[in-house]
């Protein structure tokens, strides 16, 4: 069992058949878990959300947000996806 916002690691799952994603189901109204699990689905990132919610300041935020996608594009950079 692995837990996870890596995408490539939820690629891997969608690519093998041994290998099954699960998400949590969130709440975006509460902006909660509902502790109840979704078979085949990989879930979203909800922590900019939450953040928001419990008064986390804009510019940290924004600033998150900024480092949060030049992350995503080095990771994503590759188009290789785990094949093994």
Request: with cysteine.
């Amino acid at each position: 069992m692995v837990t996870t916002h890596y995408d490539r690691l939820k690629a891997y799952g969608y690519l093998h058949p041994d290998v099954e994603n699960v998400a949590v189901e969130f709440d975006q109204e509460t902006l909660e878990p509902k502790y109840t699990l979704s078979y085949g689905f990989s879930g979203l990132s909800n922590a900019f959300l939450v953040a928001e919610k419990i008064g986390i300041p804009e510019d940290i935020l924004a600033r998150a947000r900024t480092t949060g996608r030049a992350a995503y594009r080095r990771c994503h950079g590759s188009s290789q996806l785990w094949r093994s």
